[in-house]
């Protein structure tokens, strides 16, 4: 197992040269002049323009902006915000929500997921089943802005019942919305892996020897059937957790969260290159963690992945 | 070499090929009951707005971005009457010609998408998978590294790249189009790679290859045939995927001008507070044109994946209480040994990529 681990560390590292590159590279072909855009209409004096371009080593090659860019995510220095802040702050004040956020839609969709995928998959093609897959197909079609809107606007603002926006802070309250409509869609595909799962491993031969010597419908459902389904259930889960720590940013902007997706979107629309390409390095080196958590937990799981090398 | 190619000899092809005439019918044949109800809505759903897409200029009453008539202006916020059945916008535009409009930018996006991610994403994987090596650890290096980031955000930056902040119709429909391209690559390239390192250990590989088979006859020829198989369910996936980045491109404001070509999701966006005035037509419609285009690919994706996959098929006329149809199964079990055999086929997949490939799903567009 350690080997293993070590293996899937070294992996990373190349991937995450192969990213932080490639995010570089893209965000500097990125049209506009940043420096330009602050000065606003009249634009700045060459002068001032280009203490700041020295500032931010923009007047230097590619390569060597890259480099210093690396160097900074070495000794977690990642340069100043235009807005004078350093970056490493911002991103330590909104992450936080962005991560309870994740857990708490994480946890919605996997319950809610696993719990009816079961039943749907163990009473396949009776009423359970077929509603919730009319149900999963119209969740997985609607547009996550529509459910957040939808639920925003009738649950939030004509019912009364929760918060319709996280502006007054980020309680658990205030999240549930968004964390609602963050797991709507990952709910569905739960629920339908869930019970695909579930189906195929009835038919799998260690369920008929259960049966056969006379174990309890229950403990075969549930010790059986459940466990060895859950598999590719838990490598999805594990997959969305690092999307969803990824940042939400339409649903972030739905409900005013401030978390880092809303964070980035600005950083985006403001143009602000260094800003973006830091908060994008600090996300993918969470997606990274979170791909390598699955893996481990992947191969914890199925013993065949640990001893097929 | 054509006259006599040994590898041309049908027994090494592939035997389901063969016996094939229209694909469709056959698939549309091969299933029953809910599964097929499915199936025929969801192509019905597709037909129709495909159907709308062809004919805009002749069924939508205005052009999509007409704000007078014959009698003047429109007026903004009418609500739905004999002159604008859908009423018109916030800008003044008459809400149903912009679905009709909005569904001709929505299926071009869904068609250069999906056959650009097709087109590049295959071969790719075939060429990656077949020739190993170092070549295939730097495919693996860069889709890996295009996989470690948040998609929307991926979506986002390209199609600021390509549309270079003015959108035309074109140049609009084209961003969304290569940034929907960007994310699906690589998941293509990953399940059609990963089928091809276990293809290509076949026997028929080898014979071709002692045959005398070029390359690119066993890569292209042999292989494709037989790795080909995922693909269907992969691209609708695809495609629902590109309609919902689509708005969600439009949503966020960074996709196609209004001017340029109708959108639903910038439709949307710029009804959001419409609503909470109590002027509901702006926002349903395209929210409707948009669930229900979607729902028309996911009812033939899901209704492919069932048919597709062997170990989901039911026999026709199973009964729904489970006590019997685990005792169908059970019966099943011991007739078929090879349903066993493809039961336990689901074992350790190979080694960079852990996920299956029913799992590829992106939590892309929140």
Known sequence: MARYVGQRLLQMIPVFFGATLLIYALVFAMPGDPIQAMGGERGLPIAMANRIRAEYHLDQPFFVQYWYYIKGVFTLDLGMSFQRRPVFDIIAQVYPTTAKLAVYALAIEGILGVAVGLISGIRRGGIFDTSFLAVSLVVISIPTFVIGFVLQYFIGLKAGILPATATGGASWRALTLPAITLGSVSFAYVLRLTRTSVIETQTADFVRTAMAKGVTRRKVVTGHILRNSLIPVVTFLGGDLGALMGGAIVTEGVFHVNGIGHTLYRAITRGEPTTVVSIVTVLVIVIMIANLLVDLLYAALDPRIRYAK | ?366
Do not use: C
């Open chain 2, 1 to 366: 070499m054509a006259v006599l190619d040994p590898t041309s000899v049908p027994a090494v092809r592939t035997p389901p090929r063969a016996g094939r005439k229209i694909p469709g019918l056959a698939l549309i044949r091969s299933t029953h009951g809910l599964q097929r109800a499915m199936l025929l809505i969801g192509i019905g759903l597709i037909a129709f707005f495909v159907v709308v897409a062809l004919l805009a200029d002749v069924i939508a009453p205005y052009s999509f971005n007409a704000i007078r008539g014959p009698d003047g202006l429109f007026g903004t916020q009418l609500p739905p009457s004999s002159a604008h059945l859908l009423g018109t916008t916030v800008g003044g535009m008459d809400v149903l010609s912009r679905i009709i409009f909005g569904a001709r930018t929505a299926v071009l996006v869904v068609l250069l998408a999906t056959a650009m991610s097709i087109v590049v994403g295959v071969p790719l994987g075939v060429f990656s998978g077949y020739v190993g090596g170092w070549v295939d650890r730097v495919f693996v290096l860069v889709t890996d590294a295009l996989y470690a980031f948040p998609s929307l955000l991926m979506a986002i930056i390209v199609s600021v790249m390509v549309s270079r902040g003015q959108s035309s119709a074109f140049g609009g429909i084209f961003a969304a189009s290569v940034s929907i391209t960007v994310v699906f690559v690589p998941k293509y390239f990953r399940v059609i790679r990963n089928a091809t390192m276990s293809a290509k250990a076949e026997p028929y590989v080898d014979a071709a290859r002692v045959a005398g088979a070029r390359p690119a006859r066993i890569m292209f020829g042999h292989i494709l045939a037989n790795v080909s198989q995922s693909l269907p369910v992969l691209a609708t996936l695809n495609a629902s995927e590109a309609i919902l980045t689509l708005a969600g491109l439009g949503f966020l404001g960074f996709g196609i001008e209004p001017t340029a070509a109708a959108e639903w999701g910038y439709d949307l966006n710029k009804a959001l507070s419409d609503v909470t005035n109590g002027i509901w037509w702006t926002g349903v419609f395209p929210g409707i044109a948009i669930v229900l285009i979607v729902a028309g690919v996911a009812l033939v994706g899901e209704s492919l994946n069932d048919v597709l996959n062997p170990l989901l098929r039911t026999r026709g006329g199973a009964t729904t209480a489970d006590e019997a149809e685990l005792e169908a199964m059970v019966r099943s079990v011991a007739t078929q040994p090879t349903m066993t055999d493809t039961a336990r086929a689901h074992a350790p997949p190979s080694e960079q990529s852990p996920a299956p490939p029913s799992s590829d799903k992106e939590g892309d567009e929140r």
